[in-house]
């Protein structure tokens, strides 16, 4: 399975094998890339980093599906945890530590990195920052982090999130006016899985209420995801 034969601009949906469809685009697009060539990892790393929402969660599962890599978040990594991880997948170990560049066991994350370079396997970090600009306080660990390969992700535009708004309304065959997309793009976090959770529920309002997707239907949903919101 190619990632990267996916063409930047023509919105066609890509199965991310047992996802939500996922959209290359251009602010993801080297990221995309970089996942469908495992083996030029240098030293088996690759970080993907960048704003909350942005995707990594999203690319981080796709490739979990296509490498059999294996998902932890950073905030359980201690030395046993990082031994019982690659025990756990004895030839080269694929792993993906979710928000690294939070508060992270330092000593762990270094003997994590050596024992995955030892193993010749893959390791693939997210955070919100390229792990060069992390602050780590242990030196062997920083020159280790300096040297991984990162990628940025980031959010969609205005006019990408338009379109992005569009095909997910395509994709449930629901036609909207040119209104609706205006003031969705003027009022939304620029995340695409804002984007499927907002689709999500004017379809479910709209078939609720036998009725279309207008400006109304929107500001409707719109509110009562802000009360939700708030009542957490």
């Known amino acids: 399975?190619?990632?990267?034969?996916?063409?930047?601009?023509?919105?066609?949906?890509?199965?991310?094998?047992?996802?939500?469809?996922?959209?290359?685009?251009?602010?993801?697009?080297?990221?995309?890339?970089?996942?469908?060539?495992?083996?030029?990892?240098?030293?088996?790393?690759?970080?993907?980093?960048?704003p909350v929402g942005c995707g990594k969660t999203?690319?981080?599962?796709?490739?979990?599906?296509?490498?059999?890599?294996?998902?932890?978040?950073?905030?359980d990594l201690n030395e046993e945890t990082a031994f019982q991880w690659i025990k756990a997948q004895p030839v080269r170990p694929g792993l993906i530590l979710e928000g690294a560049d939070r508060s992270v066991n330092e000593a762990a994350l270094f003997h994590l990195y050596n024992m995955i370079v030892q193993a010749e396997g893959s390791l693939l970090l997210t955070g919100a920052d390229a792990p060069a600009r992390w602050p780590v306080r242990l030196p062997?660990?920083?020159?280790?982090?300096?040297v991984v390969t990162a990628v940025e992700l980031a959010p969609p535009d205005d006019d990408l999130f338009a379109a992005l708004l569009i095909k997910q309304f395509s994709d449930r065959q629901i036609n909207v006016a040119s209104d609706v997309i205006t003031y969705l793009v003027?009022?939304?976090?620029?995340?695409?899985?804002?984007?499927?959770?907002?689709?999500r529920e004017l379809d479910q309002a709209a078939l609720a209420g036998q009725r279309n997707?207008?400006?109304?239907?929107?500001?409707?949903?719109?509110?009562?995801?802000?009360?939700?919101e708030q009542d957490i």
Not at 16 to 21: E, K, M, R, V
Not at 186 to 199: C, G, I, K, Q, T
């Open 58 to 75: 999203h690319l981080a599962h796709v490739w979990q599906s296509m490498s059999g890599a294996q998902i932890y978040d950073a905030a």
């Open 1 to 50: 399975m190619n990632l990267a034969r996916q063409l930047p601009f023509d919105f066609s949906p890509r199965p991310a094998l047992g996802l939500d469809d996922f959209m290359v685009v251009p602010g993801n697009a080297d990221a995309v890339a970089w996942l469908d060539r495992q083996v030029d990892w240098p030293n088996g790393m690759l970080a993907i980093y960048g």
């Open 140 to 146: 062997d660990l920083a020159s280790r982090l300096a």
């Open 186 to 199: 003027a009022r939304l976090e620029r995340s695409f899985e804002m984007a499927r959770l907002v689709v």
């Open 213 to 228: 997707v207008t400006k109304p239907l929107a500001r409707q949903v719109l509110q009562q995801l802000e009360s939700r």
